[in-house]
């Protein structure tokens, strides 16, 4: 396997992978070196040492996880945006969310991977997307069978200083619905909606941080 770039017919691709977690990075490592096209450059469990990173403009692809201490993946995309550099960067998650793949694709993403998904097919998506395709899960036959009726604990309702109606939404937020298809799917007006979100928000005390949402549904099993 090769790598066709502008100036090279058989240059190396120059990876950076950021996640949090030592045996991904290691996982995806051994994936990517088992043939000799591609080349890590850097390994990163932290959004702002890899925003520090002084190879980031050399390097040809970011393999970015969403859910990292200090800055997200979200932040680390938009500052990258902001700094135009050439890389390429798929994002590879655990959150089967169309909204939250929008918003990645939306912030600079040219690709959204789910770490569920079978990664032997990783080097092939970024050959795709070094190739100017975008990479994108197909959410929505998807995203309308995993939905299902959830039976909420009291106990975990009191926990937090939820109704029903917000652990609703929270489950519909993650499982990709816009705040349009969740007020059609349950009635409500748009304004209703967006008012549970503003309440989910402060009462979790994750100020408005849709990774941070994510991460608490898929703790409490709402995913």
């Known amino acids: 396997m090769t790598y066709e770039g502008p100036t090279s017919p058989k240059a190396q691709i120059k990876v950076i992978i950021a996640d949090d977690h030592p045996l991904i990075i290691n996982g ?7 043939n000799n ?7 990163h469990q932290n959004g702002n040492s890899l925003m520090q990173s002084t190879v980031l403009p050399d390097a040809d692809v970011l393999l970015l996880d969403l859910n990292m201490p200090g800055k997200d993946g979200l932040q680390v995309l938009e500052g990258i945006s902001a700094m135009n550099l050439k890389l390429q960067i798929l994002v590879l998650t655990s959150y089967f969310s169309k909204e939250l ?4 694709k939306t912030a600079g993403a040219n690709g959204y991977i789910l770490k569920s998904d079978n990664l032997d097919t990783l080097a092939n998506s970024i050959l795709d997307v070094l190739n100017g395709q975008e990479v994108f ?3 929505f036959v998807k995203a309308e069978e995993d939905l299902n009726d959830f039976s909420f604990m009291d106990d975990f309702l009191k926990k937090y200083n ?3 109606r917000e652990a609703e ?7 990709g619905y816009s705040s349009n298809e969740i007020a059609g799917k349950l009635f409500l007006s748009s304004f209703t909606v967006q008012t549970h979100r503003r309440n989910i928000f402060r009462k979790l005390k994750i100020d408005g ?3 941070a949402l994510y991460k608490f ?3 409490h099993g709402l995913l």
């Open 28 to 34: 995806i490592t051994e994936l990517l070196e088992k």
């Open 37 to 43: 096209c591609f080349i890590i450059m850097e390994t």
């Open 101 to 104: 793949a929008e918003q990645c």
């Open 137 to 139: 899960p197909d959410f």
């Open 162 to 164: 939820l109704t029903k």
């Open 169 to 175: 939404v929270i489950q519909m937020v993650c499982k």
């Open 209 to 211: 941080n849709t990774i």
């Open 217 to 219: 549904a898929s703790e």
